[in-house]
T-cell receptor, first 113, second 111 residues
Framework: DADVTQTPRNRITKTGKRIMLECSQT?????MYWYRQDPGLGLRLIYY???????NKGEISDGYSVSRQAQAKFSLSLESAIPNQTALYFC????????????FGPGTRLTVL | RKEVEQDPGPFNVPEGATVAFNCTYS??????FFWYRQDCRKEPKLLMS???SGNEDGRFTAQLNRASQYISLLIRDSKLSDSATYLC????????????FGSGTRLQVQP
């Protein structure tokens, strides 16, 4: 079984809808991250969390919110989706002892019409 | 200068060739650097870490030039399976405790 899982893997939605992307991990890592990837722009950090009570904005947090429900779960919400939020979204984890090595989930392909 | 800059490629090389990618970074205080590999429509995976002047792992060599603020990835004896996008990664210089990913260099190894 994969150590980092994301649901859904693909989602098509309409402008204005609320969307939640979920991430779960069995690695026992305390740090979790959400990125989006757009062609030619690489991975950009949306939010990150170093433990359940520590949530930080990343480079592009506007239009997104997160919830760290437990050490193993980190959800990303789009309160009112817009077309330029169409992207590939990745969740990642890392261990406090080796912060620089990040383990990624398989990604969620989100399309906002 | 952007935090991390890479030539997007694609680099098209024949099997067995040696190919090198460069990556420049802006944060002169960075102490650690990374190369991640990303296959098409898949998640990135750590390929190599670089903490001093360089690192070697089989056919892959990463070198660091602190004076010029660039790191390179050299792949010898290219295999078809090396075809992927290679992401250069450095610690963020924005004060956030995070990593900054380059946009990647695409490699296509041809038979």
């Amino acid at each position: 079984d994969a150590d980092v899982t994301q649901t859904p893997r693909n989602r098509i939605t309409k402008t204005g809808k609320r969307i939640m992307l979920e991430c779960s991990q069995t690695k026992g890592h305390d740090r979790m991250y959400w990125y989006r990837q757009d062609p030619g722009l690489g991975l950009r950090l949306i939010y990150y969390s170093f433990d359940v009570k520590d949530i930080n904005k990343g480079e592009i947090s506007d239009g997104y919110s997160v919830s760290r429900q437990a050490q193993a779960k980190f959800s990303l919400s789009l309160e009112s989706a817009i077309p330029n939020q169409t992207a590939l979204y990745f969740c990642a984890t890392s261990d406090f002892a080796d912060t620089d090595t990040q383990y990624f989930g398989p990604g969620t392909r989100l399309t906002v019409l | 200068r952007k935090e991390v800059e890479q030539d997007p490629g694609p680099f098209n090389v024949p099997e067995g060739a040696t190919v090198a990618f460069n990556c420049t970074y802006s944060n002169s205080a960075s102490q650690s650097f990374f190369w991640y590999r990303q296959d098409c429509r898949k998640e990135p995976k750590l390929l190599m870490s670089v903490y001093s002047s360089g690192n070697e792992d089989g056919r892959f060599t990463a070198q660091l030039n602190r004076a010029s603020q660039y790191i390179s990835l050299l792949i010898r004896d290219s295999k078809l399976s090396d075809s992927a996008t290679y992401l250069c990664v450095v610690p963020s210089d924005t004060g956030r405790r995070a990593l900054t990913f380059g946009s990647g260099t695409r490699l296509q190894v041809q038979p």
